[in-house]
């Protein structure tokens, strides 16, 4: 799942995921789910005032045309200034793990009504476009 940066915007109550770069694995992937309790975090850590920046690192599993992301360890520093790079297994992610810079703005209450509301355990991120140098995945709350 080779990818020059995949970036998770929260901004003005909607998220989307860009994939920047994508390589061959990703064509195929129409889907991305992630788990509910770490997305809230996510947003809740991220969002407050100003603009802010983190990283997560997610495991990740793969099933037809669906990618499921599983947060590894909620480590995400936010900073106004710069994001920081959580560093893992000598300087280096795992062969199955993903990073994902985090960049919000906004507040969380925009987002957790919809999502809260269906109580499922996954989120779903749908293709919503593709010109081949990045793919947007946009939150689904259908």
Request: charge should be positive; charged fraction near 30%.
């Amino acid at each position: 799942m080779k990818a020059e940066q995949i970036i998770l915007y929260i901004r003005e109550g909607q998220a989307s995921i860009e994939v920047l770069s994508p390589g061959k694995a990703w064509q195929g992937v129409t889907e991305l789910e992630l788990p509910l309790g770490p997305f809230v975090a996510l947003v809740a850590e991220t969002l407050g005032t100003g603009l802010k920046r983190g990283e997560a690192v997610f495991r990740y599993t793969r099933a037809k045309n669906t990618l499921r992301m599983d947060l590894n360890r909620l480590k995400v520093e936010v900073s106004p200034k710069r994001a920081f790079r959580l560093k893992l297994q000598n300087g280096r992610y795992p062969r199955k793990f993903l990073a994902v810079l985090v960049v919000g703005t906004g507040d969380i209450y925009d987002y957790l009504p919809g999502i809260l509301e269906k109580r499922r355990k996954y989120i779903r991120f749908e293709l919503s476009a593709d010109d081949g140098s990045r793919r947007v995945y946009t939150l689904s709350i259908a």
